[in-house]
T-cell receptor, first 114, second 117 residues
C-alpha cells in the first residue's frame, strides 16, 4: 500500500545551524506534499506544502524541495531557533483536491540547542 | 475564535470499557477526520467523514466507531474490541474537496490522550 518513510527520527542541531528532514513516498501518483509541525501537547499545524508541478517552495526560513523522479521531498530550516524545536511530520497524497487521504511519515523530533 | 475542540484532554479507562472522545469544530468545515498517534508511527487514519450522515473507514478502523449527525461534531468511540487503545487521538477538519486548486489546509485539534489501565 501507500507508504511514506521519514528520516531521521530525531535531529539535534545548534541554534543558527540548518536542519534537513527527508521523506520518500511509494505512490508515484502522489501530487501534494504538506509538512506539519507539532509542538509539545498540541495538534500538528501546517507550515508549508508543495504540489507536484513545483520543484521548490520557500517561506522565510523554511523551504521544501521535491524530486519526483526519485520520489522524495525534503524540509530545510535555516538559521534554526529554539522555538523551532518540535516534531515535524511530512505527508503525501494522491488527489488531495478530490478528497484523497494524507499518508503521514513517522515524524522527526527536532531539538535546537541554544 | 474558530477552531477544533477535543475533549477530554486526558482519559483513563479500564479494560473492557467503551469510551467516547468528543470533537467539535466551528470552522464550518464539511470534512472531519480521526487520527491515532503512537510514538515512531506517525499519524494513522481511523475514520473520516466528507459530509453529514456519511463516513468511511480509514486504515485502522477496527475496534472504533464514529457518527456524524451534525456538521460540527464527529465523536469517536473506542470500543472494548480495540486491542491496544492506549494512544494519543487527534481530530482534524478541512473544507470539502472541490477538485479546484485550493488544497484545503487540514486543521487539527489539541488531541485526547487515552490510557487503558
Amino acid at each position: 500500500g501507500e507508504n511514506v518513510e521519514q528520516h531521521p527520527s530525531t535531529l539535534s542541531v545548534q541554534e543558527g545551524d540548518s536542519a534537513v528532514i527527508k521523506c520518500t513516498y511509494s505512490d508515484s501518483a502522489s501530487n501534494y506534499f504538506p509538512w506539519y509541525k507539532q509542538e509539545l501537547g498540541k495538534g500538528p499545524q501546517l507550515i508549508i506544502d508543495i504540489r507536484s508541478n513545483v520543484g521548490e517552495k520557500k517561506d522565510q526560513r523554511i523551504a521544501v524541495t521535491l524530486n519526483k523522479t526519485a520520489k522524495h521531498f525534503s524540509l530545510h530550516i535555516t538559521e534554526t531557533q529554539p522555538e523551532d524545536s518540535a516534531v515535524y511530520f511530512c505527508a503525501a497524497s494522491r488527489g488531495y483536491n478530490q478528497g484523497g487521504k494524507l499518508i503521514f511519515g513517522q515524524g522527526t523530533e527536532l531539538s535546537v540547542k541554544p | 475564535d474558530g477552531g477544533i475542540t477535543q475533549s477530554p484532554k486526558y482519559l483513563f479507562r479500564k479494560e473492557g470499557q467503551n469510551v467516547t472522545l468528543s470533537c467539535e469544530q466551528n470552522l464550518n468545515h464539511d470534512a472531519m477526520y480521526w487520527y491515532r498517534q503512537d510514538p515512531g508511527q506517525g499519524l494513522r487514519l481511523i475514520y473520516y467523514s466528507q459530509i453529514v450522515n456519511d463516513f468511511q473507514k480509514g486504515d485502522i478502523a477496527e475496534g472504533y466507531s464514529v457518527s456524524r449527525e451534525k456538521k460540527e461534531s464527529f465523536p469517536l468511540t473506542v470500543t472494548s474490541a480495540q486491542k491496544n487503545p492506549t494512544a494519543f487521538y487527534l481530530c482534524a477538519s478541512r473544507v470539502r474537496a472541490s477538485g479546484g486548486t485550493n488544497t484545503g489546509e487540514l486543521f487539527f485539534g489539541e488531541g485526547s490522550r487515552l490510557t487503558v489501565l
